[in-house]
Nanobody
Framework: VQLAESGGGMVRPGGSLRISCAASGFNFSIYDMSWVRQAPGKGPEWVSGIGTRGDDTFYASSVKGRFTISRDKTKNTAYLQMDNLNTEDTAVYYC??????WGQGTQVTVSS
């Protein structure tokens, strides 16, 4: 049972990134999942969640309108498209299935 994030990196303010979460070892499609981030020196912050249907999506107020969560059941993968990034979005981003598993995280750095 594993989640593996990828796609993080460094981007300038106003830029975009898409991070991915690949699941293995279990039937990812039957679970809700979320993205959670942790900025340096701060506690974890829930960012976004998606249900099993894929059209039931939820966002923290800090990212609503800028981030888009999605999932591809055929690839056992979820995504977080992040647009209009700002320095406050700098964090390690984790995907997780509540009560089941967390990924190892991917670093997103927004800096000029």
């Amino acid at each position: 049972v594993q989640l593996a994030e990828s796609g993080g990196g460094m981007v300038r303010p106003g830029g975009s990134l898409r991070i991915s979460c690949a699941a293995s070892g279990f039937n990812f499609s039957i679970y809700d999942m979320s993205w959670v981030r942790q900025a340096p020196g701060k506690g974890p912050e829930w960012v976004s969640g998606i249900g099993t249907r894929g059209d039931d999506t939820f966002y923290a107020s800090s990212v609503k309108g800028r981030f888009t969560i999605s999932r591809d059941k055929t690839k056992n993968t979820a995504y977080l498209q992040m647009d209009n990034l700002n320095t406050e979005d700098t964090a390690v981003y984790y995907c997780m299935v509540p009560g089941i598993v967390w990924g190892q995280g991917t670093q997103v750095t927004v800096s000029s």
